[in-house]
Nanobody
Framework: QVQLVESGGGLVQPGGSLRLSCAAS????????MSWYRQAPGKERELVAA????????NYADSVKGRFTISRDNAKNTVYLQMNSLKPEDTAVYYC?????????????WGQGTQVTVSS
């Protein structure tokens, strides 16, 4: 079955770094656009970063541009989010997402999330 398993979250001080990983299985990873979303308490889930299936194109939320980097390793079925210069407002549950659309169907999968807390 489809699985997206996030790891790498935790507690970090402002200005620190974390690297999130999302290990995928159960589908053809290299055919999917992969994204990271986050949801802070009392707020809607928002897109943080996305990377196309071959990794040729990325996009970022304005709030994380220049600080976060999304990458993927299709040989390892894994997508990463390197987060630098973390701020308290980055505190949220971070979710991995896989999406693929064909003419007839749209496939969309979510991980369970990993907590990131930025606090001194």
């Amino acid at each position: 079955q489809v699985q997206l398993v996030e790891s790498g979250g935790g507690l970090v001080q402002p200005g620190g770094s974390l690297r999130l990983s999302c290990a995928a299985s159960g589908f053809t990873f290299s055919s999917y656009t992969m994204s990271w979303y986050r949801q802070a308490p009392g707020k809607e889930r928002e897109l943080v970063a996305a990377i196309t299936s071959a990794g040729g194109s990325t996009n970022y939320a304005d709030s994380v541009k220049g600080r976060f980097t999304i990458s993927r390793d299709n040989a390892k079925n894994t997508v990463y989010l390197q987060m630098n210069s973390l701020k308290p407002e980055d505190t949220a549950v971070y979710y991995c997402n896989a999406e693929r659309a064909t003419i007839y169907l749209k496939y969309n999968y979510w991980g369970q999330g990993t907590q990131v807390t930025v606090s001194s």
